[in-house]
């Protein structure tokens, strides 16, 4: 009996003194993120939330400036609700304490906290929303992007138009709202910009979460272009093209969808039922590049979760690497400053850059620099349950994707 | 009845001095800010009330009059500055005023739920036009950085004047409630048919009620757009519409302070249970079916109870 | 032409499925006049308990079958555990919507938490695969295989609403419940029953919409208004009706989308004012 209460005693000594000395070793630095876990978007914020683990783990295995400190993250499910976010990204600063503000699926929501993180001076990384404004006339100092925005991603599309032979006839289908109309505003700049002449045929404006897509389909294939661009993200793209499927779409004409249609989850879902030839793209693709780092990253996911990660995942494992760098750099997490003026400019070699190529911020917008690759659609079930992925890549230079001040002063022009 | 105006004395003193120390508890901002909100919401939950509460006529589009008090002011504010907020939350009460004399006239002929669904869709169809007229209503990105009014600009002051409009507005809808014009608000509810025999007409009686509780909707809207200082189009969408109806069932219904404790037991669920489990929803809806269960008049239903109990 | 007769059978088969998920919603609210806001939600678990049984035993027939069942009986569970105790409850209404309204909190959260947040496919039988090719015209054999089954659930409905003294039961205990207890009817059994019924209907629903749209929590929260519009149109408590406001939503879509694409994402609400307004009560509007 004495000896079991002994037993009891001693491990709860132990613990106590491995917390302590944990706690007396490292102070901890708090990151406040801010992701759908709930409803349609709520794999982008579990799979965000599971690299951010594998960040942490990584980052705080060594602990940074010498040990000295440790980051960790906090994580409320923001419902993709702007007004509530921002009422959990103040209680963050004021309440938690929190150093930084992180994450974010929505633009809407990335617009929102923004203004918070300028009225409170606190460092925003945005991880994965592609609003083109935050990095333009929506700037302000203490925001930051680790992944592409549409900007980016359209314009690579639009080189990508340009280099394929043998089309006019351009039609869009993207759900109406502000990241729909936005993709298709900045793919018509691109192709203007590259002198490519183009005529369009249709354009098509179905709600968010829209179930039917029947009628569009009918009324595209009536169109007749010779490409489709599509501007959907997650479930829409799997309910979009399991519905054009049986009306024969894919074989009249390209389906183009360079933004969001590489997104992992597509493959997941659809396996054997999705078309070859897509032409798409992703944030991150989970076999491109061909990298270690990458093959790293997709396996260390795969492994914790059980599932390959959405293109989510990359961008808020971005963002902890780039927060430990920064304070890594500047040696004391208080000073906002410094850490701004250290993550300007900032380079930092991720799981997406191939082979002779590094990621870094751009010190005037704030926006990330990367590759981007776009693919087409293949067998291959390397990543099961998909058993097709993208795969024939091209691959757009970095540089020559950034957005032009005059398309920022045309946003300004366009938008209030 | 005598005891029922004792209790809502009680009630009256009680809401204003637990609001008003708030303030002066040295409370953190983020208290002040969930306090904030559910004086808004409750007054939402109060004005649409008014309708529901007496004469039963269900509207699923009070968000309509919510999200265009919180424009009209935000929008305005934005081009003219703060000075001319507190001007704005009025104003946005009387153009929502009048305009729901507009929709009264068409969703008042209707009754149960075609008169729920008409409203429903008018909502609807602003919240579309909302987020679809970019270059006036900023869209679904909605408008950020509304200034607070000046005197009022900090978060604690600007509390202070929440609480005096909101407690000013519940009053004034309470002498409403109270007066002849809310009995035959309620008779209508109970047998619509006798008011009518009683040589009264049901449907004015209803549009000014709708008429009432649209201004205030719209004052609750306006005062919410100086919170955080940032409104979106999903203030005009029909989950808020639906969340303000189950405030104020869930606070209970048929007594004058329940939909503010609806709205107050739902705010801070909302603030306590997300931070800690990702799994809120599961939570706050066993929460919700017990409290449906266990308490057939609404949470306000615990308060008769404990009064009951002294009794004994 | 050929183009209005392509968009007049898309819009056709959109309307069938709008039809087939709205179906439950027209037994349970509009005949038997209990709102159930968590409609979607038996939906939703439809398409997943579909899915969990074909992915154990590969067969869309008997995905379809046990998705029917499962959410009918856990819709009848609920009823018997819990909505049962709001009958005859002052506000009764109101708190059908409130309890209903937390079966959908719950329920959303029990599938994320059962099968994850990813997107879940269930892939159409082979025999259903393809399209009939008529001229320059697509039709899908599965929306044909919608189609047929929409009509079908109608008819059945109609006959066994209309025709049979069960029917009788059902229509009458929606006007007086205390009524028919006194007649020697076991009412509350009745209310289970239909309950059952409808959730199954919403269940079946959602594993045939499944093999076209996207598995994903949330899925069923969506699928609720639109639903409520199809009953409403038509006039409450008929089933014709909400064939005919699920035809008009459709087809309405269906050319909206030919002429003012960007103003088709509104047509569904401004059809609801402009037939509301006209027809205060519903298309097939009876007098109740």
Known sequence: MFKKHFLVLGLVAVIVLLSFSV????????????????????????DSEAAIKIALDEVNAKGLVKGKYKLDVIITDDQSKPDYAVSVAKRYITSDKVKFLFGVISSAVGLAVTEVSKDYKVIFIGTDHAATDLTAHKFQRYYFRVSNNTYQSMFAGAMYLKDMPGWKKIAYIGPDYAYGRDQWLELRYGLDKLGVKYEIVGEFWPKLYEPDYTSYITAIIRAKPDILVAGFWGGDTVAFIKQAKAYGLFEKMKYFHPDAGGNYELFAAMGDELPDGLILSARHHNNWPPTKENKAFVDKFYKATGRYPSYAAQGAYAGILFIAQAIEKVGNPNDTEALVKALEGMKLKLPEDPEGFTSYIDPKTHQIVQMQAIGVTEKNDKFPPAKKMLGNFKVYPADKLMPTDEYVELLKKTKK | MMNNIKGQYIGWIVFFIVFMSLAFLNPTEHTINIASKILVMGLFATAFNLLFGTTGLLSFGHALFFGLGAYITGMVVKSYGAEVFIPMVFLGGIISAIVSILLGFLCLRLTGVYFTMLTLAFAQLVWGITIKWYNFTGGDDGIQGIERPPLFDTFSSYYILILIVVFISMLL??????????MVLRGIGQNPKRITFLGMNVYRHCLFAYVISAFFSAIAGGLFAGIDGSIHPNLFFWTQSGGVILMT??????????????????????????????????VIGVIMLSAVIFLPKGVISLLDFIQRLRKT | MEIYISQFIGGLSVAMLLFLVASGLSLIFGVANIFNFAHGSFYLLGSYIAYQTISLFPNFWIGLITATIGAGLIGA??????LKRLYGRVNEGPFQILLTYSFILILDDAVKFIWGPEYKTIVKPDILEGSFVIGSIFIPKYNVFIIIVGIAIALLAWYVLNKTKAGMIVRASSLDRTMVGLLGVNVSMVMTAVFGIATALGGL????????????PGAGIEVIIDSLIVVVLGGLGNFW??????????????????????WASLLSFAIMIIVLIFKPQGLFSKSR
Do not use: C
């Open chain 3, 205 to 216: 629903a959602g594993a045939m919409a499944a093999p076209l749209r996207t598995v994903t």
């Open chain 3, 77 to 82: 569970i609920l009823e018997f555990i819990f």
């Open chain 2, 173 to 182: 809808i309470y002498i409403v409630r109270s007066s002849p014009f809310g």
């Open chain 1, 23 to 46: 706690s007396m070793a490292a102070e901890v630095i708090k990151i406040g993120a801010l992701y759908p876990m709930t409803g349609r978007a709520g794999l982008y914020g579990k």
């Open chain 3, 241 to 262: 009706g909400a064939l005919l406001g699920a035809l008009i939503i459709g087809e309405v879509n269906a050319f909206g989308i030919l002429w003012i694409p960007q």
């Open chain 2, 249 to 282: 069932i869930l606070g209970g219904l048929n007594s004058f302070f329940g939909p503010l404790i609806g709205a107050t037991i739902f705010i801070i669920l909302e603030d306590v249970v997300i931070r800690q489990t990702e799994y809120w929803s599961f």
